[in-house]
């Protein structure tokens, strides 16, 4: 079963930044948050990933409490190509054995 | 750098017949993971592979089967086909190596549909 825990679906404006959220409650000490996105017929897209620091790159930004229980994917400005499932996901380092629960569905709206 | 390529895109079968998937990972990639994915159980995890041995298999019966060849290519078979199999099948390919943390990038997955 996934660890993580996410809203089945969210909306956002276009133009706006998109804040998705994820409980990952039981996250050990050797585990990382991912952030996966997938586009209908599509495969998985990575797009971040991060242990206990705040992450950005190019994409997004992951921003993790300190207690690690939680963290937020944030889309600065999404467009209507950012609609998407988004799937968080923790993962050990160095297993390939990923756990994806049902995801959010993000849907940018004009 | 080409991404994860998966043939065929698009396959039909037949109960009771086999099928073998075929999964080139990116370049410079050693393990490479299989994943099926339908809209009932969603996205869940197949096998693993990694210098040619498997290291890591989810809970699929035996009909679900996998290989890696020295290049890091890898294929999948699943022997008499139900069903149930008709899914996306999604390869994914990593750096590997237990004390790598690079993230999965995944194809764009083969489409069976088993009639």
């Known amino acids: 079963d996934a660890k993580t825990t996410q809203p089945p679906s969210m909306d956002c404006a276009e133009g706006r930044a998109a804040n998705l959220p994820c409980n990952h409650s039981t996250i050990s000490g050797n585990e990382y948050v991912y952030w996966y996105r997938q586009i209908h017929s599509q495969g998985p897209q990575y797009i971040i990933h991060g242990l206990k620091n705040n992450e950005t790159n190019e994409m997004a930004s992951l921003i993790i409490t300190e207690d690690r229980k939680s963290s937020t994917l944030i889309l600065p400005h999404a467009t209507l190509r950012d609609t998407a499932v988004y799937y968080c996901i923790v993962r050990v380092a160095g297993l390939d054995d990923m756990r994806f629960g049902a995801g959010t569905r993000l849907t940018v709206k004009p | 750098k080409a991404g994860v390529t998966q043939t065929p895109r698009y396959l039909i079968k037949t109960r009771g017949q086999q099928v073998t998937l075929s999964c080139s990972p990116i370049s410079g990639h050693r393990s490479v993971s299989w994943y099926q994915q339908t809209p009932g159980q969603g996205l869940q995890f197949l096998f693993e592979?990694?210098?040619?041995?498997?290291?890591n298999k989810g809970n699929f019966p035996g009909r679900f089967s996998g290989r890696q060849f020295s290049n890091s290519r890898s294929e999948m078979n699943v022997s008499t086909l139900e069903l149930g199999d008709s899914a996306l099948y999604l390869c994914?390919?990593?750096?590997?190596?237990?004390?790598?943390?690079?993230?999965?990038?995944f194809g764009n997955g083969t489409r069976l549909t088993v009639t």
């Open positions: 994914a390919s990593s750096l590997g190596g237990r004390s790598y943390n690079s993230p999965l990038h």
């Open positions: 592979y990694f210098s040619e041995t498997q290291r």
